[in-house]
């Protein structure tokens, strides 16, 4: 039985396990894989005490730092299920492994938000991407889209267009929704078209991506845009799904938490982009897992 499962290592799971073994606490961090999403990240250049640094300097940091401590870590598992049993919670792996704690951590983040569509899986990494920053040099020069009008989308157009690619931007509303300042840079660049009140109706392609047919959403006109690479920029999804509703949620399946990071439910806490604190950000995920491991001190205190 461990004093401590937290699941999950992001900056919310492995700066948990690094408070949580600073307090003496037994500690098991289970987790897919290491490091979350700020892997995906190129630069960051706000993290406080890092001028400037790339995603994997960073949780390579982090890494060395925790393992200066006694924390149990199984990495390439992934939770399934967690049943709450008081005092004895049990977290389920992919593995079929059954993982018993006093008080467990989740610290699952988030990942890019999908459309939905069959032909995005079969083809995702062969023309379907979900990071332009990340992949969008594979492009440069070629025709895309981009899906999502918010400031990711929008960013996400902008350094598409600054490839040389000839972009389109699909926006399901009949507006865009990023930035003023990111929108006028938008409609001055003649590399991108931008598609209002539009929607992705099919992606086509069997081995790699060749086309995406688009809807307009007033005349139903359909249009088929032949491109290389589909960027999916339409936000993030909180990994919450495999509680199944064991802790309360709010409707964009993020865990319900109060100032103590606690859940609804006893011994359960939760910390970083998985919960509905507002700012999805390296630092605040890693000062939350914090804080949920000196909760959790108190408690088994
Ligand atoms: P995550 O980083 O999402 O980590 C979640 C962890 O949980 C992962 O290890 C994952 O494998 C694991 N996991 C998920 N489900 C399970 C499961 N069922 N079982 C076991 N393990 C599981 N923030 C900044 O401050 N500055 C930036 O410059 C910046 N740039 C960004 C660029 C991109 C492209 C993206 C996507 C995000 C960026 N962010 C940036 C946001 C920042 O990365 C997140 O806010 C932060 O990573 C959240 O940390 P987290 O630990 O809560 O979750």
New binding site residues.
């Given amino acids: 039985l461990w004093e401590l499962i937290i ?8 700066n948990a396990a690094l408070y949580a073994a600073r307090k003496g606490i037994e500690v098991l961090l ?9 892997i ?2 190129n ?5 406080i005490g890092k001028r400037e640094t790339n ?1 994997s300097q960073l949780i390579n940091d982090f890494w060395e730092h925790i393992q200066q401590y006694d924390i149990a870590t199984i990495v390439g ?4 299920e967690i049943k709450a049993m008081q005092g004895e919670h049990r977290v389920i ?1 992919n593995n079929n492994r059954e993982y018993k704690a006093r008080t467990i951590i989740i ?6 938000r999908h459309l939905g569509m069959k032909q995005e899986y079969v083809l995702t990494g062969r023309g379907v991407h979900y ?1 332009a ?2 992949d969008g040099y594979l492009y440069a020069g070629r025709p895309v889209a981009v899906v999502g009008g918010g400031n990711s989308g929008l960013e996400a157009s902008l350094d598409l267009a600054k490839m040389d690619c000839d972009v389109s931007l699909i926006e399901i509303q009949n507006e865009l929704m990023g930035d003023q300042y990111l929108q006028e840079q938008i409609e001055k660049n003649d590399n991108i078209r931008v598609y209002k009140g539009t929607q992705v109706k099919k992606i086509k392609g069997e081995e790699k991506l060749e086309s995406v047919v688009i809807k307009d959403n007033k005349t139903a006109e359909e249009k088929e845009l032949s491109i290389d690479a589909l960027f999916i920029e339409i936000g ?1 999804v909180a ?1 919450s799904d ?1 509680l199944n509703g064991m802790v309360g949620t709010n409707e964009r399946k993020e865990i319900i938490i109060n100032e103590n990071n606690e859940t609804d439910v006893e011994g359960i806490w939760a ?4 919960t509905n604190i507002k700012d ?7 000062a ?2 914090a804080k949920a491991a000196l909760r959790v001190n108190e408690y088994l205190k």
């Fill in positions: 699941v999950g290592a992001g900056p919310a799971g492995l289970l987790t897919e894989d290491l490091g979350g999403q700020v995906d990240t630069g960051i250049d706000n993290y995603g598992e992934k939770a399934n792996s610290a699952s983040g988030a990942q890019k990071c920053v990340c993030l990994n495999f910390a970083g982009d998985v999805k950000q390296i630092i605040i995920a890693a939350e897992g």
